[in-house]
């Protein structure tokens, strides 16, 4: 039988097609955004004045400075997001990829005065969600304090003690959000799975 190609995440893939279209289209970007340029329209900014600030707050995760920003990002995401996928369902892959680019943006707002734009954000909810996603009641897996220890303390420090222009703000935002998504959906499958134990006890079978 001879194999076939398949659009096996169709969230992860799109978002990473749509980026790179954005990036063909924009180029990469030096020093600050013209904003009447294409670019300024996928870009977070520090306040929200005029349509861009505010279709930025969502669509700055497509866009990014420079193809090795791209590639960057995209290689965790390809990495991590279909097998998050394939365990989440594509609507509640996209609904946290939309949560986190407008949670990096507002808090860019809110604590920053720069711009900011890429999909490092979604790349760390990715890592971060993905390290909880085999956690039982009642336990914290060490893989999640070893990858939190790794990704979040190493941004914590950039963020005070690094000047490298890169938001470090908004990957521990993204990070905070993964494991918040993490942990809350596995409470509801914990409370999904009493319910059905429940009802299979009661009725001797699950609706």
Do not use: C
């Not at 076939?4 to 020093?31: E, K, S």
């Not at 009642?138 to 963020?159: K, N, Q, S």
Request: aromatic share 10%; proline share 4%; no cysteine.
């Amino acid at each position: 039988m001879r194999p076939r190609v398949t659009y096996n995440a169709p969230v992860v893939l799109t978002f990473a097609l749509a980026a790179v279209v954005v990036q063909l289209l924009t180029g990469p970007t030096t020093g600050q955004i013209d904003p009447s340029s294409l670019k300024s329209w996928f870009v977070a900014y520090p306040w929200l004045v005029g349509t861009r600030s505010y279709v930025g707050l969502f669509t700055h995760v497509l866009g990014h400075a420079s193809w090795d920003h791209l590639i960057g990002n995209f290689m965790l995401i390809l990495l991590v997001g279909p097998m998050l996928e394939e365990r989440y369902g594509s609507v509640r892959l996209l609904a946290m990829i939309v949560v986190t680019a407008l949670a990096t943006g507002l808090v860019n707002m809110l604590f920053t005065n720069h711009v900011v734009l890429g999909a490092s954000g979604v790349a760390f909810m990715m890592i971060l969600l993905g390290s909880t996603t085999n956690n039982r009641r009642g336990e914290v897996p060490l893989t999640f304090l070893a990858v939190a220890a790794l990704y979040l303390g190493g941004e914590i420090y950039r963020e005070f003690y690094a000047h490298d222009q890169i938001s470090h703000l908004t990957h521990l935002v993204g990070g905070v959000v993964g494991a918040a998504f993490g942990f809350a959906s596995a409470s509801t499958a914990r409370a999904k799975r009493r319910v059905a134990g429940a009802m299979l006890a009661r009725t001797g079978h699950v609706p």
